[in-house]
Protein backbone atom coordinates (compact mmCIF):
# COMPACT_ATOMS: atom_id res chain seq x y z
CA UNK A 1 0.00 0.00 0.00
CA UNK A 2 1.31 3.28 -1.17
CA UNK A 3 2.13 5.77 2.28
CA UNK A 4 0.12 8.36 2.64
CA UNK A 5 1.76 12.17 2.15
CA UNK A 6 2.87 13.36 5.03
CA UNK A 7 0.50 16.51 4.48
CA UNK A 8 -2.35 14.22 5.28
CA UNK A 9 -1.07 13.14 8.79
CA UNK A 10 -3.01 15.92 10.54
CA UNK A 11 -6.21 14.59 8.90
CA UNK A 12 -5.48 10.62 9.42
CA UNK A 13 -4.75 11.86 12.99
CA UNK A 14 -8.09 13.40 13.10
CA UNK A 15 -10.34 10.20 11.68
CA UNK A 16 -8.61 8.64 14.64
CA UNK A 17 -10.26 10.55 16.53
CA UNK A 18 -13.64 9.37 15.27
CA UNK A 19 -12.49 5.88 16.10
CA UNK A 20 -13.76 4.04 20.05
CA UNK A 21 -12.00 5.47 22.52
CA UNK A 22 -8.89 2.66 23.00
CA UNK A 23 -8.19 2.09 19.40
CA UNK A 24 -8.15 5.81 19.55
CA UNK A 25 -6.11 5.98 22.25
CA UNK A 26 -3.35 3.56 21.19
CA UNK A 27 -3.33 5.33 17.36
CA UNK A 28 -3.05 8.65 17.75
CA UNK A 29 0.27 9.42 19.48
CA UNK A 30 1.60 7.03 16.50
CA UNK A 31 -0.33 9.21 13.81
CA UNK A 32 1.08 12.72 15.49
CA UNK A 33 4.80 11.25 16.11
CA UNK A 34 4.30 9.97 12.26
CA UNK A 35 3.17 13.20 11.73
CA UNK A 36 6.15 15.23 13.05
CA UNK A 37 9.05 12.88 11.54
CA UNK A 38 7.78 12.68 8.21
CA UNK A 39 7.34 16.45 8.35
CA UNK A 40 11.00 16.67 8.78
CA UNK A 41 14.23 16.46 6.61
CA UNK A 42 16.98 16.95 9.32
CA UNK A 43 18.52 13.56 10.07
CA UNK A 44 19.91 14.22 13.33
CA UNK A 45 15.92 15.90 14.40
CA UNK A 46 14.28 12.84 13.09
CA UNK A 47 16.22 10.22 15.09
CA UNK A 48 16.70 12.38 18.42
CA UNK A 49 12.78 12.19 17.73
CA UNK A 50 12.63 8.80 17.65
CA UNK A 51 14.79 8.09 20.51
CA UNK A 52 13.15 10.26 22.97
CA UNK A 53 9.76 9.03 22.09
CA UNK A 54 10.75 5.44 22.77
CA UNK A 55 12.60 6.26 25.86
CA UNK A 56 9.72 8.08 27.16
CA UNK A 57 7.27 5.92 26.38
CA UNK A 58 9.42 3.18 27.37
CA UNK A 59 10.51 4.52 30.62
CA UNK A 60 14.19 4.25 29.02
CA UNK A 61 17.24 5.96 31.03
CA UNK A 62 19.63 5.32 27.97
CA UNK A 63 19.80 4.92 24.79
CA UNK A 64 21.45 5.72 21.35
CA UNK A 65 20.60 5.34 17.28
CA UNK A 66 22.70 3.94 14.93
CA UNK A 67 23.69 4.81 11.45
CA UNK A 68 24.61 2.36 9.23
CA UNK A 69 27.63 4.26 7.07
CA UNK A 70 29.93 1.57 5.20
CA UNK A 71 29.63 -2.91 5.24
CA UNK A 72 29.56 -3.88 8.72
CA UNK A 73 29.97 -0.16 10.30
CA UNK A 74 27.92 1.94 11.92
CA UNK A 75 28.11 5.64 13.63
CA UNK A 76 26.22 6.54 17.05
CA UNK A 77 24.50 9.40 15.65
CA UNK A 78 22.15 9.84 18.72
CA UNK A 79 22.60 9.31 22.17
CA UNK A 80 21.05 10.05 25.71
CA UNK A 81 22.61 8.96 29.36
CA UNK A 82 25.77 7.13 27.56
CA UNK A 83 27.95 10.07 28.77
CA UNK A 84 30.03 12.45 26.72
CA UNK A 85 31.53 11.63 23.42
CA UNK A 86 29.72 8.71 22.25
CA UNK A 87 28.27 10.60 19.42
CA UNK A 88 30.06 10.54 16.21
CA UNK A 89 31.79 7.20 17.46
CA UNK A 90 31.80 4.03 15.51
CA UNK A 91 30.40 0.79 16.75
CA UNK A 92 31.21 -2.40 14.12
CA UNK A 93 28.54 -4.49 13.59
CA UNK A 94 29.37 -8.29 11.68
CA UNK A 95 25.73 -9.42 11.74
CA UNK A 96 22.79 -7.35 10.83
CA UNK A 97 19.78 -8.48 12.71
CA UNK A 98 16.72 -7.63 10.84
CA UNK A 99 14.15 -8.41 13.95
CA UNK A 100 14.59 -7.24 17.09
CA UNK A 101 17.21 -8.34 19.40
CA UNK A 102 18.42 -8.67 23.15
CA UNK A 103 22.05 -7.84 22.48
CA UNK A 104 23.34 -9.26 26.00
CA UNK A 105 21.82 -12.16 25.06
CA UNK A 106 22.96 -12.81 21.11
CA UNK A 107 26.71 -11.33 21.56
CA UNK A 108 27.68 -12.68 25.16
CA UNK A 109 31.30 -12.87 25.51
CA UNK A 110 31.66 -11.87 21.71
CA UNK A 111 34.31 -9.44 21.68
CA UNK A 112 33.32 -7.59 18.31
CA UNK A 113 30.16 -6.51 20.08
CA UNK A 114 31.68 -5.47 23.29
CA UNK A 115 29.85 -2.18 22.70
CA UNK A 116 26.36 -3.59 23.44
CA UNK A 117 27.70 -5.00 26.51
CA UNK A 118 29.89 -2.01 28.41
CA UNK A 119 26.86 0.24 27.96
CA UNK A 120 24.33 -2.26 29.80
CA UNK A 121 22.09 -2.36 26.17
CA UNK A 122 19.43 -4.47 26.27
CA UNK A 123 17.13 -4.03 23.09
CA UNK A 124 18.37 -3.40 19.81
CA UNK A 125 15.88 -2.54 17.12
CA UNK A 126 16.52 -2.58 13.53
CA UNK A 127 15.73 0.43 11.18
CA UNK A 128 14.21 -1.22 7.95
CA UNK A 129 13.77 0.34 4.64
CA UNK A 130 12.62 -1.59 1.39
CA UNK A 131 14.04 -4.22 3.74
CA UNK A 132 17.46 -3.46 4.47
CA UNK A 133 18.80 -2.42 7.41
CA UNK A 134 19.89 1.44 7.51
CA UNK A 135 20.30 1.46 11.19
CA UNK A 136 19.27 0.57 14.42
CA UNK A 137 18.01 1.84 18.15
CA UNK A 138 19.31 0.76 21.31
CA UNK A 139 17.94 1.03 24.10
CA UNK A 140 19.39 -0.20 27.77
CA UNK A 141 17.13 -1.65 30.82
CA UNK A 142 14.23 0.04 31.71
CA UNK A 143 13.62 1.90 34.93
CA UNK A 144 12.56 -0.71 37.70
CA UNK A 145 14.18 -3.48 35.58
CA UNK A 146 10.87 -3.97 34.34
CA UNK A 147 11.08 -6.14 30.94
CA UNK A 148 9.79 -5.31 27.74
CA UNK A 149 6.69 -6.87 27.11
CA UNK A 150 5.16 -8.34 23.67
CA UNK A 151 3.03 -5.02 23.50
CA UNK A 152 5.95 -2.80 24.46
CA UNK A 153 8.47 -4.70 21.69
CA UNK A 154 5.18 -4.31 19.19
CA UNK A 155 5.13 -0.50 19.57
CA UNK A 156 8.70 0.08 19.58
CA UNK A 157 8.57 -1.32 16.45
CA UNK A 158 6.07 1.06 15.01
CA UNK A 159 7.48 3.78 16.20
CA UNK A 160 11.03 2.47 14.39
CA UNK A 161 8.90 1.79 11.34
CA UNK A 162 6.97 4.75 11.00
CA UNK A 163 10.54 6.51 10.97
CA UNK A 164 12.17 4.56 8.84
CA UNK A 165 10.94 6.44 5.30
CA UNK A 166 11.88 9.23 7.03
CA UNK A 167 14.98 8.17 7.87
CA UNK A 168 15.87 6.93 4.92
CA UNK A 169 14.74 10.20 3.17
CA UNK A 170 16.67 12.43 5.73
CA UNK A 171 19.54 9.99 4.52
CA UNK A 172 19.35 10.48 1.10
CA UNK A 173 18.82 14.82 1.72
CA UNK A 174 22.13 14.44 3.91
CA UNK A 175 23.68 12.40 0.68
CA UNK A 176 22.62 14.78 -1.27
CA UNK A 177 24.29 18.15 1.11
CA UNK A 178 27.46 16.19 1.51
CA UNK A 179 27.58 15.39 -2.46
CA UNK A 180 27.04 19.08 -3.26
CA UNK A 181 29.58 19.79 -0.36
CA UNK A 182 31.80 17.70 -1.78
CA UNK A 183 31.16 19.11 -5.49
CA UNK A 184 31.47 22.89 -4.55
CA UNK A 185 34.92 21.21 -2.06
CA UNK A 186 36.15 20.01 -5.48
CA UNK A 187 35.53 23.20 -7.71
CA UNK A 188 37.06 25.40 -4.94
CA UNK A 189 40.28 22.71 -5.20
CA UNK A 190 40.16 23.20 -8.98
CA UNK A 191 40.26 26.63 -9.01
CA UNK A 192 42.88 26.57 -6.80
CA UNK A 193 44.97 24.28 -8.61
CA UNK A 194 44.00 26.46 -11.39
CA UNK A 195 45.18 29.69 -10.26
CA UNK A 196 48.41 28.03 -8.62
CA UNK A 197 49.28 26.77 -11.92
CA UNK A 198 49.20 29.83 -13.66
CA UNK A 199 51.52 31.07 -11.09
CA UNK A 200 53.89 27.76 -11.30
CA UNK A 201 53.85 28.65 -14.87
CA UNK A 202 54.52 32.06 -14.92
CA UNK A 203 57.92 31.17 -13.13
CA UNK A 204 60.75 30.25 -14.84
CA UNK A 205 63.12 29.99 -11.81
CA UNK A 206 62.60 26.29 -9.57
CA UNK A 207 63.36 28.65 -5.95
CA UNK A 208 60.92 30.09 -6.67
CA UNK A 209 58.46 27.61 -7.57
CA UNK A 210 59.56 25.60 -4.63
CA UNK A 211 59.16 28.95 -2.81
CA UNK A 212 55.36 29.32 -4.28
CA UNK A 213 54.76 25.67 -3.38
CA UNK A 214 55.90 26.29 0.34
CA UNK A 215 53.32 29.36 0.93
CA UNK A 216 50.56 26.73 -0.99
CA UNK A 217 51.28 24.32 1.72
CA UNK A 218 50.49 26.56 4.50
CA UNK A 219 48.14 28.64 3.35
CA UNK A 220 45.34 25.77 1.44
CA UNK A 221 46.46 22.68 4.20
CA UNK A 222 47.61 24.66 7.21
CA UNK A 223 50.79 23.12 8.13
CA UNK A 224 53.88 24.51 9.80
CA UNK A 225 56.44 22.04 9.32
CA UNK A 226 57.42 20.80 5.78
CA UNK A 227 60.26 20.06 3.91
CA UNK A 228 60.63 19.51 0.30
CA UNK A 229 62.75 17.44 -1.38
CA UNK A 230 64.47 16.20 -5.28
CA UNK A 231 65.35 13.49 -6.28
CA UNK A 232 68.29 13.92 -8.58
CA UNK A 233 70.11 10.75 -10.25
CA UNK A 234 68.95 7.80 -7.56
CA UNK A 235 69.25 10.48 -4.85
CA UNK A 236 67.28 12.87 -2.83
CA UNK A 237 67.91 16.35 -1.60
CA UNK A 238 66.17 18.34 0.80
CA UNK A 239 65.73 22.08 -0.72
CA UNK A 240 63.14 23.53 1.19
CA UNK A 241 62.84 22.59 4.85
CA UNK A 242 60.97 23.93 8.07
CA UNK A 243 61.85 20.08 10.08
CA UNK A 244 64.53 20.05 12.51
CA UNK A 245 68.13 19.30 10.50
CA UNK A 246 68.55 16.04 11.24
CA UNK A 247 71.05 13.76 9.21
CA UNK A 248 69.23 10.80 10.16
CA UNK A 249 66.71 12.16 8.49
CA UNK A 250 67.82 12.34 5.16
CA UNK A 251 69.79 9.33 5.35
CA UNK A 252 66.26 7.48 5.31
CA UNK A 253 64.44 9.58 3.12
CA UNK A 254 66.66 7.19 0.33
CA UNK A 255 64.36 4.92 0.80
CA UNK A 256 61.00 6.49 -0.34
CA UNK A 257 63.66 7.62 -3.81
CA UNK A 258 60.61 5.89 -5.56
CA UNK A 259 57.85 6.41 -3.40
CA UNK A 260 54.65 5.90 -6.21
CA UNK A 261 51.21 7.26 -4.14
CA UNK A 262 50.67 9.45 -1.07
CA UNK A 263 51.58 7.98 1.96
CA UNK A 264 50.54 8.81 5.74
CA UNK A 265 53.70 7.74 8.01
CA UNK A 266 51.63 5.34 10.25
CA UNK A 267 50.57 3.10 7.34
CA UNK A 268 54.16 2.77 5.99
CA UNK A 269 54.98 -1.22 5.36
CA UNK A 270 56.73 -3.05 8.41
CA UNK A 271 60.13 -3.39 5.96
CA UNK A 272 60.38 0.23 5.86
CA UNK A 273 59.49 0.69 9.66
CA UNK A 274 63.33 1.42 10.18
CA UNK A 275 63.18 4.21 7.89
CA UNK A 276 59.84 5.55 9.07
CA UNK A 277 61.22 6.19 12.33
CA UNK A 278 63.39 9.33 11.75
CA UNK A 279 60.34 11.01 9.73
CA UNK A 280 58.17 10.18 12.69
CA UNK A 281 60.70 11.70 15.46
CA UNK A 282 60.64 14.82 13.18
CA UNK A 283 57.32 14.84 13.02
CA UNK A 284 56.12 14.03 9.66
CA UNK A 285 52.58 12.65 9.27
CA UNK A 286 52.43 12.22 5.66
CA UNK A 287 54.53 11.91 2.35
CA UNK A 288 53.83 12.90 -0.97
CA UNK A 289 55.36 11.73 -4.31
CA UNK A 290 55.94 14.17 -7.06
CA UNK A 291 56.00 12.51 -10.40
CA UNK A 292 56.78 13.62 -14.15
CA UNK A 293 55.85 10.75 -16.51
CA UNK A 294 54.92 8.02 -13.91
CA UNK A 295 58.44 8.88 -12.51
CA UNK A 296 59.14 10.30 -9.07
CA UNK A 297 61.55 13.24 -8.99
CA UNK A 298 60.03 14.91 -5.60
CA UNK A 299 59.03 14.16 -2.41
CA UNK A 300 56.88 16.90 0.34
CA UNK A 301 56.75 15.91 3.72
CA UNK A 302 54.28 17.35 6.19
CA UNK A 303 53.77 17.62 9.81
CA UNK A 304 50.61 17.83 11.37
CA UNK A 305 47.78 19.89 9.89
CA UNK A 306 47.65 23.63 12.68
CA UNK A 307 43.73 22.39 13.60
CA UNK A 308 45.26 18.69 14.69
CA UNK A 309 42.79 16.98 11.98
CA UNK A 310 43.77 14.06 10.28
CA UNK A 311 44.51 13.93 6.57
CA UNK A 312 41.51 13.53 4.77
CA UNK A 313 41.18 11.38 1.54
CA UNK A 314 40.67 14.60 0.09
CA UNK A 315 43.24 16.35 1.47
CA UNK A 316 45.79 13.87 -0.08
CA UNK A 317 44.23 13.63 -3.99
CA UNK A 318 44.24 17.78 -3.65
CA UNK A 319 48.33 17.99 -2.31
CA UNK A 320 48.87 15.15 -4.84
CA UNK A 321 47.46 17.32 -7.54
CA UNK A 322 49.37 20.60 -6.35
CA UNK A 323 52.69 18.26 -5.90
CA UNK A 324 52.36 17.36 -9.73
CA UNK A 325 51.89 20.93 -10.83
CA UNK A 326 55.00 22.44 -8.72
CA UNK A 327 57.20 19.26 -10.05
CA UNK A 328 55.96 20.20 -13.70
CA UNK A 329 56.88 23.40 -13.50
CA UNK A 330 59.96 22.65 -11.28
CA UNK A 331 61.52 20.49 -14.53
CA UNK A 332 60.20 23.65 -16.77
CA UNK A 333 62.53 25.88 -15.06
CA UNK A 334 65.09 23.09 -15.07
CA UNK A 335 64.69 22.86 -18.90
CA UNK A 336 64.71 26.41 -19.42
CA UNK A 337 67.58 27.11 -17.52
CA UNK A 338 69.26 24.38 -19.54
CA UNK A 339 68.45 25.61 -23.10
CA UNK A 340 69.61 28.47 -21.91
CA UNK A 341 72.98 27.17 -20.77
CA UNK A 342 73.12 25.07 -23.81
CA UNK A 343 72.85 28.54 -26.00
CA UNK A 344 75.22 29.93 -24.24
CA UNK A 345 77.58 27.07 -24.42
CA UNK A 346 76.66 27.32 -28.40
CA UNK A 347 77.67 31.00 -28.48
CA UNK A 348 80.93 29.98 -26.90
CA UNK A 349 81.40 27.06 -29.48
CA UNK A 350 80.53 29.72 -31.96
CA UNK A 351 83.08 32.59 -30.65
CA UNK A 352 85.62 29.67 -30.40
CA UNK A 353 85.53 28.60 -33.85
CA UNK A 354 85.57 31.79 -35.14
CA UNK A 355 89.18 32.16 -33.06
CA UNK A 356 90.25 28.50 -34.01
CA UNK A 357 89.94 29.37 -37.83
CA UNK A 358 90.88 32.67 -37.75
CA UNK A 359 94.44 31.32 -36.52
CA UNK A 360 94.58 28.93 -39.94
CA UNK A 361 96.27 30.63 -42.43
CA UNK A 362 93.58 31.62 -45.53
CA UNK A 363 96.39 31.05 -48.15
CA UNK A 364 99.53 28.97 -47.61
CA UNK A 365 102.22 30.53 -49.17
CA UNK A 366 104.03 29.91 -52.83
CA UNK A 367 107.55 27.98 -52.21
CA UNK A 368 109.42 27.15 -55.40
CA UNK A 369 109.93 24.25 -56.24
CA UNK A 370 107.28 22.26 -53.73
CA UNK A 371 103.81 21.81 -53.89
CA UNK A 372 102.22 22.56 -50.47
CA UNK A 373 98.22 21.52 -49.65
CA UNK A 374 96.46 21.71 -46.16
CA UNK A 375 93.17 21.00 -44.96
CA UNK A 376 91.13 21.28 -41.44
CA UNK A 377 88.24 18.83 -41.13
CA UNK A 378 86.08 20.71 -38.20
CA UNK A 379 83.96 17.81 -35.82
CA UNK A 380 81.19 19.65 -34.18
CA UNK A 381 83.20 19.91 -30.88
CA UNK A 382 85.61 22.73 -31.13
CA UNK A 383 89.52 21.80 -30.97
CA UNK A 384 93.00 23.10 -30.39
CA UNK A 385 94.21 22.30 -34.14
CA UNK A 386 96.31 24.70 -35.72
CA UNK A 387 98.58 24.36 -38.71
CA UNK A 388 100.73 27.41 -40.43
CA UNK A 389 103.58 27.75 -42.89
CA UNK A 390 105.21 31.42 -42.76
CA UNK A 391 107.81 32.55 -45.00
CA UNK A 392 111.08 33.84 -43.15
CA UNK A 393 113.45 34.69 -45.92
CA UNK A 394 113.59 33.93 -49.34
CA UNK A 395 114.63 30.43 -48.68
CA UNK A 396 113.51 29.47 -45.26
CA UNK A 397 109.78 28.59 -44.56
CA UNK A 398 108.62 27.67 -41.17
CA UNK A 399 105.74 24.57 -41.25
CA UNK A 400 103.95 24.06 -37.97
CA UNK A 401 101.37 21.61 -36.82
CA UNK A 402 99.73 21.43 -33.27
CA UNK A 403 97.02 20.36 -31.07
CA UNK A 404 95.71 21.36 -28.05
CA UNK A 405 94.29 19.12 -25.14
CA UNK A 406 90.64 19.47 -24.83
CA UNK A 407 87.77 21.34 -25.75
CA UNK A 408 85.64 24.32 -26.89
CA UNK A 409 87.28 28.24 -26.24
CA UNK A 410 89.83 27.47 -23.63
CA UNK A 411 91.83 25.11 -26.33
CA UNK A 412 91.37 27.65 -29.04
CA UNK A 413 92.35 30.54 -25.95
CA UNK A 414 95.61 28.35 -25.96
CA UNK A 415 96.32 27.46 -29.29
CA UNK A 416 96.06 31.17 -30.16
CA UNK A 417 98.88 32.47 -27.48
CA UNK A 418 100.90 29.40 -29.16
CA UNK A 419 100.57 30.85 -32.37
CA UNK A 420 101.19 34.88 -31.38
CA UNK A 421 104.68 33.25 -29.32
CA UNK A 422 105.10 31.89 -32.74
CA UNK A 423 104.79 34.29 -35.06
CA UNK A 424 106.79 37.08 -32.76
CA UNK A 425 109.53 34.27 -32.94
CA UNK A 426 110.05 33.40 -36.67
CA UNK A 427 111.94 36.61 -37.20
CA UNK A 428 114.05 35.95 -34.70
CA UNK A 429 114.67 32.21 -35.03
CA UNK A 430 118.28 31.02 -35.12
CA UNK A 431 118.05 27.92 -32.24
CA UNK A 432 114.92 26.00 -32.69
CA UNK A 433 115.11 24.41 -29.41
CA UNK A 434 116.06 26.99 -27.70
CA UNK A 435 112.23 28.77 -29.45
CA UNK A 436 110.67 25.21 -28.86
CA UNK A 437 111.77 25.63 -24.72
CA UNK A 438 110.64 29.53 -24.65
CA UNK A 439 106.93 28.18 -26.06
CA UNK A 440 106.91 25.32 -23.61
CA UNK A 441 107.92 27.59 -20.65
CA UNK A 442 104.95 30.13 -21.79
CA UNK A 443 102.70 27.42 -21.79
CA UNK A 444 103.08 26.02 -18.36
CA UNK A 445 102.50 29.88 -17.41
CA UNK A 446 99.20 29.97 -19.27
CA UNK A 447 97.68 26.34 -18.22
CA UNK A 448 98.88 25.69 -14.56
CA UNK A 449 100.04 22.17 -15.99
CA UNK A 450 96.52 20.90 -16.41
CA UNK A 451 96.19 21.54 -20.59
CA UNK A 452 99.29 20.21 -23.05
CA UNK A 453 100.05 21.22 -26.36
CA UNK A 454 101.37 18.44 -29.13
CA UNK A 455 103.68 20.10 -31.56
CA UNK A 456 105.86 19.72 -34.08
CA UNK A 457 107.74 22.66 -36.14
CA UNK A 458 110.25 23.06 -38.14
CA UNK A 459 112.52 25.14 -41.04
CA UNK A 460 112.58 24.06 -44.72
CA UNK A 461 115.45 25.54 -46.36
CA UNK A 462 114.74 25.60 -49.36
CA UNK A 463 118.10 26.39 -50.79
CA UNK A 464 120.12 23.68 -49.34
CA UNK A 465 117.36 21.11 -49.39
CA UNK A 466 116.73 20.18 -45.63
CA UNK A 467 114.39 20.32 -42.96
CA UNK A 468 115.41 21.26 -39.44
CA UNK A 469 112.62 20.20 -37.07
CA UNK A 470 111.63 19.60 -33.48
CA UNK A 471 108.37 17.47 -32.67
CA UNK A 472 107.36 18.14 -29.19
CA UNK A 473 105.49 15.29 -28.48
CA UNK A 474 103.42 15.26 -31.69
CA UNK A 475 102.53 12.54 -34.07
CA UNK A 476 105.95 12.06 -35.70
CA UNK A 477 105.08 13.27 -39.12
CA UNK A 478 105.92 11.00 -42.60
CA UNK A 479 108.73 11.82 -44.56
CA UNK A 480 107.93 8.90 -47.80
CA UNK A 481 110.82 8.60 -50.05
CA UNK A 482 110.85 8.05 -53.68
CA UNK A 483 111.62 4.82 -53.43
CA UNK A 484 108.80 3.87 -50.76
CA UNK A 485 111.32 4.15 -47.64
CA UNK A 486 109.65 5.93 -44.22
CA UNK A 487 111.12 8.34 -41.77
CA UNK A 488 109.32 9.29 -38.99
CA UNK A 489 110.09 12.81 -37.94
CA UNK A 490 110.78 11.70 -34.00
CA UNK A 491 113.53 13.69 -32.58
CA UNK A 492 112.45 16.52 -30.00
CA UNK A 493 111.68 16.46 -26.59
CA UNK A 494 108.39 16.95 -23.99
CA UNK A 495 104.78 17.87 -24.78
CA UNK A 496 104.37 21.72 -24.21
CA UNK A 497 102.83 23.04 -21.02
CA UNK A 498 103.87 19.49 -19.11
CA UNK A 499 106.30 21.14 -17.10
CA UNK A 500 109.39 23.79 -17.65
CA UNK A 501 111.95 23.39 -19.38
CA UNK A 502 114.73 21.74 -17.66
CA UNK A 503 116.76 19.79 -20.72
CA UNK A 504 117.08 20.95 -23.99
CA UNK A 505 115.09 19.91 -26.66
CA UNK A 506 117.01 17.95 -29.69
CA UNK A 507 116.60 18.86 -33.09
CA UNK A 508 116.29 16.36 -35.92
CA UNK A 509 117.27 17.68 -39.47
CA UNK A 510 116.97 15.44 -42.79
CA UNK A 511 117.59 15.46 -46.50
CA UNK A 512 114.49 16.72 -48.76
CA UNK A 513 115.39 14.75 -51.79
CA UNK A 514 113.20 15.33 -55.59
CA UNK A 515 109.56 13.15 -55.33
CA UNK A 516 109.90 13.24 -51.28
CA UNK A 517 106.46 13.25 -49.63
CA UNK A 518 106.06 15.00 -46.24
CA UNK A 519 103.26 14.81 -44.09
CA UNK A 520 101.87 16.69 -41.11
CA UNK A 521 98.90 15.40 -39.23
CA UNK A 522 96.93 15.39 -35.98
CA UNK A 523 95.83 12.65 -34.00
CA UNK A 524 92.27 13.27 -35.51
CA UNK A 525 93.43 11.29 -38.53
CA UNK A 526 94.83 8.39 -36.91
CA UNK A 527 92.14 8.21 -34.09
CA UNK A 528 89.50 8.31 -36.42
CA UNK A 529 87.24 5.44 -35.17
CA UNK A 530 84.75 3.20 -37.04
CA UNK A 531 81.11 1.69 -36.09
CA UNK A 532 83.12 -0.77 -34.11
CA UNK A 533 85.68 1.07 -32.08
CA UNK A 534 88.66 0.68 -34.03
CA UNK A 535 91.15 3.29 -34.91
CA UNK A 536 92.16 4.45 -38.17
CA UNK A 537 95.79 3.43 -37.44
CA UNK A 538 98.96 5.61 -38.16
CA UNK A 539 99.98 2.04 -40.07
CA UNK A 540 96.79 2.37 -42.45
CA UNK A 541 97.53 5.97 -42.91
CA UNK A 542 101.06 4.62 -44.00
CA UNK A 543 100.06 2.76 -46.62
CA UNK A 544 97.71 5.11 -48.22
CA UNK A 545 100.39 7.28 -48.71
CA UNK A 546 102.93 5.04 -49.86
CA UNK A 547 100.04 4.05 -52.61
CA UNK A 548 99.24 7.94 -53.50
CA UNK A 549 103.24 8.72 -53.65
CA UNK A 550 103.78 11.21 -56.42
CA UNK A 551 99.80 12.63 -56.82
CA UNK A 552 99.77 16.26 -56.44
CA UNK A 553 99.70 17.70 -52.59
CA UNK A 554 95.87 18.03 -53.00
CA UNK A 555 95.09 15.25 -54.10
CA UNK A 556 96.76 13.20 -51.27
CA UNK A 557 94.65 14.85 -49.26
CA UNK A 558 91.61 14.31 -51.01
CA UNK A 559 92.60 10.68 -51.45
CA UNK A 560 93.49 10.45 -47.35
CA UNK A 561 90.09 12.59 -46.35
CA UNK A 562 88.22 9.93 -48.48
CA UNK A 563 89.58 6.96 -47.02
CA UNK A 564 89.04 8.31 -43.53
CA UNK A 565 85.21 9.32 -44.02
CA UNK A 566 84.82 5.70 -45.11
CA UNK A 567 86.60 3.90 -42.44
CA UNK A 568 84.81 6.28 -39.99
CA UNK A 569 81.26 6.34 -41.76
CA UNK A 570 78.54 5.74 -39.03
CA UNK A 571 80.27 7.37 -36.09
CA UNK A 572 80.42 10.87 -35.34
CA UNK A 573 83.70 12.57 -35.80
CA UNK A 574 84.97 13.62 -32.07
CA UNK A 575 88.01 15.31 -33.36
CA UNK A 576 89.09 17.72 -35.87
CA UNK A 577 91.24 16.51 -38.66
CA UNK A 578 94.22 18.20 -39.53
CA UNK A 579 96.69 17.84 -42.45
CA UNK A 580 99.93 19.43 -44.22
CA UNK A 581 101.52 17.75 -47.09
CA UNK A 582 104.60 19.02 -48.88
CA UNK A 583 105.51 17.55 -51.89
CA UNK A 584 109.30 18.00 -52.81
CA UNK A 585 109.52 18.97 -56.86
Known amino acids: MKRPRVSQGVSVAKAAQSLPPKLSEDLLPLFEFSNVVNAAH ?26 KRERDTFEVVAARGLGSGIEGSSVTLQTLPKIIRDPAKETKGRSRNKWFLSHDIRLLVPILSNSSVVGYLALGGRVGRKPFSAPDRKLITSLVNLSAAAVEKAVMVERLK ?110 IPMHVQNRTKGVILLGEKLGGSEYSKEDLEFLYSLANLAIISIENARLFQETLEKQRLEDELKIAREIQQGLLPQTLPAIGGYDLAAANVSSKQVGGDYYDVIRRSDTEYVIAIGDVSGKGTPAALLMASIQAALRALVPLLHDLPEA ?11 T ?7 FFWGIIDTARHQLRYVNAGHNPPFLIRKDGSVI ?17 YEEGEVELKAGDLLFLFTDGVSEAMNARGEDFTEERLESILKSVGGSPAREILQHVRMHVQEFSKGTQQSDDITMLVVNVG
Not at 448 to 454: A, C, L, Q, R, V
Open 448 to 454: GGDTFIT
Open 436 to 446: TGRMNDLACEN
Open 42 to 67: DLKFILGTVLLTVMGKMLVARGAVLL
Open 178 to 287: EAHRSLDRKLQELKTLFELSKEFNLVLNADKVIRLLTFSLLGQIGVNRYAVCLVDGGTIKIVASRLSDDPALLRALQDFCDLKNPMLIREIDKKLARSAAPLKEAGVQLM
Open 488 to 504: RLQKGGLILGMMKTKRP
